[in-house]
C-alpha cells in the first residue's frame, strides 16, 4: 500500500514562512500529479496546490503568490513553499494525487498565531 508522509508543520508568526514535505512510497511517484489540500474543522478538504508530471502548476487564489509547490521525483517528495502565512491558513496540510487516488496520510498542522 502507498504511504504518504506529510512533515514540516509548525507554529509560526503571521508573514513568517514553512516549508512542508510529502515523501510517498510508490515507485511510479513521477507519472502522478501531485497535490497540497488542506481542511479546516467543519469544513471540507480543499485544493491548495497541485503540480503535474510535468511541472506545470495550480494555486487557489488564496493562496496565489504567496506558496510554491514543487517536486523532486528522484526523492519521491513534493514540497509546499509557505510564504507570507496568515492567521486563514492556520489548519492541517496534506498531500495527495490529484485528483486523489491514495489513502491520506496523517498530515502535518500548520498554525499561524502571534
Known amino acids: 500500500q502507498v504511504q504518504l508522509v506529510e512533515s514540516g508543520g509548525g507554529l509560526v508568526q503571521p508573514g513568517g514562512s514553512l516549508r512542508l514535505s510529502c515523501a510517498a512510497s510508490t515507485r511510479i511517484f513521477s507519472t502522478y500529479a501531485m497535490g497540497w489540500y488542506r481542511q479546516a474543522p467543519g469544513k471540507q478538504r480543499e485544493l491548495v496546490a497541485r503540480i503535474t508530471s510535468g511541472g506545470s502548476t495550480y494555486y487557489a487564489d488564496s493562496v496565489k503568490g504567496r506558496f510554491t509547490i514543487s517536486r523532486d521525483n528522484a526523492k519521491r517528495t513534493v514540497y509546499l513553499q509557505m510564504n507570507s502565512l496568515k492567521p486563514e491558513d492556520t489548519t492541517v496540510y496534506y498531500c495527495?494525487?490529484?485528483?486523489?487516488?491514495?489513502?491520506w496520510g496523517q498530515g502535518t498542522q500548520v498554525t499561524v498565531s502571534s
Open positions: 495527495n494525487t490529484h485528483p486523489s487516488l491514495l489513502s
